[in-house]
């Protein structure tokens, strides 16, 4: 019987290849408008952060999604990730 392929994806911080469902995506869209992609299809430039505050906290100290994704982040982006984590 075939096995089903894992998506793998690499976090933008660690750079450690994971399986999709393993990380969060972040959305920049063509309106520049920047959101959490809950279902890993929205339209736009992705990047993906691994599920673990520490990674969240260094991506926003080291300002690494502001690079990947070519815009200013505001902390409520942040805030609501590591509002998910928790959960």
């Known amino acids: ?3 089903k392929k894992i998506p793998m994806r690499t976090c ?8 999709k469902k393993e990380l969060i995506r972040i959305v920049r869209n063509n309106e520049g408008k920047v959101f959490i992609d809950e279902t890993g299809k929205q339209n736009g430039r992705g990047a993906y952060l691994k599920k673990d505050a ?7 100290k080291n300002k690494i999604l502001d690079r990947i994704l070519e815009t200013t982040i505001p902390d409520e982006i ?6 998910k984590i928790d959960n």
């Open 54 to 60: 520490e990674v969240i906290k260094k991506a926003q």
């Open 1 to 3: 019987m075939k096995t």
């Open 78 to 83: 942040y805030m609501e990730l590591l509002n």
């Open 12 to 19: 933008v911080v660690t750079k450690e290849k994971l399986e």
